[in-house]
């Protein structure tokens, strides 16, 4: 279905533009937050303009993932103090999507002002249909924080153990004390469906969405990320690229009035992170 038929208002028209920014989060490191980000954001460029953020801007390799090391201008250098680069110069088209990477350096990080961030992100949102925001692994800063407090809904990626749920459960709580909703959980990187069976039952209690799906472990993952490109254009129909293809199709996206989602970012309050760092 084309949404921009279903969205059609002859009255609205002229101004309505939508969208819907995700947080792409999981409360642990290494559960692949940023192999989900840009394969779901693969998959979702069929139908929407997508942009995918790097917003983990203390430990950025999203730009590793789709062959922009070399890029000269990354988010950075946007939330710096008087930047003179603009937006969409740190906008790169890649794989069909829009995908704004993040500079590696420690400098960089130092000199980046996370409140920016919310300007930027309102930017983005006024021009793409989805916005991706890949988000750090904890809440230890208010860099990292951020993604999760100005989001739509998180998006929460994890391993099947009592352990990660755990985690994502403390991220859950933290997203939904600022009102971000919860498109639900990936399994990501699954050696034996029957961990998944044996923690279902709790997830479904406990969480405040539902089992998006379940993604096995697979070496394409890594091959993609050694030859610079998302799983889904390096190997797409790898098991795990057709379970990230699922859930994206699965995805209800919810688009809300572009300008109003710029208003709700502009406005936001940005908490220090729960540990008052
Ligand atoms: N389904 C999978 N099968 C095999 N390996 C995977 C899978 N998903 C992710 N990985 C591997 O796990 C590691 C972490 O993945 P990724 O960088 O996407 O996670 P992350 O949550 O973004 O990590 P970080 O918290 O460091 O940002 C990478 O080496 C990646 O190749
Ligand atoms: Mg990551």
Known sequence: MDHRAACFNPVMAQTEVMVEVFAVASGKGGTGKTTAALALGMALA??????????????????????????DVTLHDLLIEGRTATVS???????????????????????????????????????????????PATLAAKSAVLPVVLADRTITVLQPTIPALS???????????????SAGVIFNRVADPSAVDRITEHTERY??????????????????REAGEPLLAHAPDAAAARAFADIAAKLDVQQQDAAAVADRFRSAVIPDSPSGE
């Open 46 to 71: 069929e139908e929407y303009t997508v942009t995918v953020v790097d917003a983990d801007t203390g430990m950025a390799n999203l730009l590793f993932h789709t062959g922009l090391d070399d890029a």
């Open 167 to 181: 985690d994502g459960l403390k991220l859950r709580e933290y997203a939904r004390s600022y009102g971000t909703g």
């Open 89 to 135: 110069d740190a906008v790169y088209d890649r794989f069909g999507m829009r995908v704004v990477p993040c500079g590696t350096s420690l400098d960089g990080f130092r000199a980046a002002d996370p409140d920016r961030l919310r300007e930027v992100i309102a930017e983005l949102s006024r021009e793409s249909d989805v916005v991706l925001l890949d988000s």
């Open 207 to 224: 969480f405040d969405g539902p089992i998006l799906g379940v993604v096995p472990e697979s070496d394409a993952v890594q091959d993609a």
